[in-house]
């Protein structure tokens, strides 16, 4: 499985401006809903806060992975950000955000989502592929970075 088949360049974003989580995680949301992916943002919205307000999903070294599962959602879509600024996300070493990988997921399809998951964190563990995206100025960029760690 490559990430890059839950992805595309309408779905990332380079040099996100945005003052916190919320605002980061809506913004995300609208990206999949522009991108059609979505009928409707809100309901992923308040799934992915319901998700963190269980636990931060910034894993450390400025990543961050929310996910949820919603109902009206079919398959699954990764939204990757690269923010302009890092953000309080309430990672375990205290660093703030700058790469947020969002998963939104088919609630009927769970297995899968933890397929992707697994597949993220395995691409974040790459140095050379965490600063490709940093560098990325471009959706483009970022994926031709992506599409390099997966070795396409």
Do not use: N
């Amino acid at each position: 499985m490559k990430l890059i088949e839950y992805t595309s360049e309408e779905l990332c974003l380079a040099g996100l401006r945005v003052p916190d989580k919320e605002s980061c995680l809506d913004r995300m949301c609208a990206r999949l809903e522009e991108a059609g992916r979505l009928k409707e943002r809100s309901a992923l919205h308040r799934a992915l806060l319901e998700r963190e307000k269980v636990e931060s999903t910034g894993i450390g070294g400025g990543i961050a992975l929310p996910h949820a599962r919603c109902e009206d959602f079919d398959g699954h879509a990764v939204a990757i950000a690269h923010l302009a600024e890092p953000i309080d996300y309430g990672a375990p070493d205290g660093r703030p955000v700058d790469l947020v990988f969002l998963l939104a997921g088919s609630s009927r399809r769970p297995g899968q989502q933890l397929r992707v998951l697994a597949r993220i964190s395995t691409l974040v563990r790459i140095d050379s592929f965490l600063a490709e995206l940093r560098a990325a100025s471009t959706p483009e960029a970022m994926c031709r970075a992506l599409r390099k760690a997966e070795g396409l």
